[in-house]
């Protein structure tokens, strides 16, 4: 024998269709609520630095980011290899250090 199964069909005749909408939230743009997480204070000194910068003039046009983003996108690739070549003999460095204070250990 089978389990009975129930099926809820929606159908223009469900009194739930009859039902109004949700109203909507009004937005206060005018007047934002205020932000409840504290930023800490590398955040918000770096908000402070882009904010003197702005008002100082020292800003890049949109245009101007589009048309060097190449040459913005090549110094960080430079710049990324630099550190990656000091990385990598710093552990070149580490590594020679280490075996040549296990070479003058004697042998046991």
Known sequence: ??????????SAQNPV?????????????????PILDDEDEETLA???????????GRVVSAEQVREDWAAVALKMQREARAGLAIERKRQQEILAQRDGNQSAKPDE
């Open 1 to 10: 024998m089978l389990p009975k199964l129930t099926v809820f069909v929606a």
């Open 17 to 33: 269709y009859d039902q109004p909408m949700a109203k909507a939230k009004k937005f206060d743009l005018e007047g934002p609520a």
């Open 46 to 56: 770096a908000i402070d630095e882009g904010i003197r910068d702005a008002d100082a």
